[in-house]
């Protein structure tokens, strides 16, 4: 009996050991596994680079410890919200030559303190909301994406103001104003944001200017309507038979003479 406690006790514990042990090794292992398709290097924080590795999405398994994040070269589409919010300590994050069209509002939450360079080069990004680069202290690269220019986008280069290369290199592959197409953001002059306004100002114009005229064409209508009526009484006077109207006929005679 005794022998055999032993033996179970033992056993127990040993089994409770091992599975620690086990426990422990996956925890390490996750903490630090590099994503599928990914060479990690620890050079002075932990550099992951996916570059060229037909990606068709940003891995959701980013080791928390990345400093520089290459994503360059794949197939990526979106950037979802949220999605590099543990990275802390990222440092550069480049997401150029993909197929980017759109970018969530929340995009760079948890990074807009610690990211330094931001490359969205070469990507299908025709707009973006106009809050997903605020408190973004990074250097962005947005050139060479089908720029819709509208008022949208002149908001978000303002709060990019101190990214100057960035906005310079906004080419409008469409635009609100059609002589905008095919030239640099920046080089336009125009106020985007005050296009709508204009427009309803003409609006506005338009409407005042059609109750105008209608004010008017009443007002002469019923002038008309008036005279008609005058006429048609001064007649009516005249056809009655009155020997008091005799020196008022006179009277007419007289300056008609
Ligand atoms: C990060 O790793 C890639 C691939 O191993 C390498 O080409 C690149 O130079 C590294 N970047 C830095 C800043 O060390
Ligand atoms: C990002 O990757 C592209 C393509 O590999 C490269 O040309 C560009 O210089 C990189 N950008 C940064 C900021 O390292």
Not at 125 to 152: E, G, M, Q, S
């Amino acid at each position: 009996m005794n022998l055999v406690d032993l033996w179970l006790t033992r056993s127990l514990s040993m089994c409770l050991l091992f599975q620690s042990f086990v426990l422990m090794i996956l925890c390490f292992h996750s903490a630090s596994m590099c994503p599928k398709g990914c060479l990690c290097s620890h050079l002075g924080g932990l550099n992951v680079s996916c570059s060229n590795a037909n990606l068709k999405e940003i891995p959701k398994d980013l080791p928390p410890d990345t400093t520089l994040l290459y994503l360059d070269s794949n197939q990526i589409t979106s950037i979802p919200n949220e999605i590099f919010k543990d990275l802390h300590q990222l440092k550069v994050l480049n997401l150029s030559k993909n197929i980017i069209e759109s970018i969530d509002e929340h995009a760079f939450k948890g990074v807009e303190e610690s990211l330094q360079t931001l490359d969205l080069s070469d990507n299908r990004i025709k707009t973006v909301h106009k809050n997903t680069f605020n408190n973004l202290r990074a250097r962005a690269r947005i050139a060479n994406n089908p720029w819709h220019c509208d008022c949208t986008l002149q908001q978000v280069l303002k709060t990019m103001v101190s990214n100057h290369e960035s906005a310079n290199s906004v080419i409008c592959k469409t635009s609100v104003l059609e002589e905008h197409t095919g030239r640099s953001f920046l080089k336009a002059d125009a106020d985007l944001c005050n296009l709508p306004k204009k427009t309803t100002d003409y609006a506005m114009l338009v409407t005042m200017f059609g109750w105008f005229t209608m004010v008017i064409s009443y007002v002469v209508y019923y002038v008309r309507q008036n005279q008609e009526d005058a006429r048609r009484h001064l007649e009516y006077l005249k056809s009655l038979p009155s020997k008091q109207r005799k020196p008022d006929e006179a009277d007419d005679i007289s300056t008609v003479v």
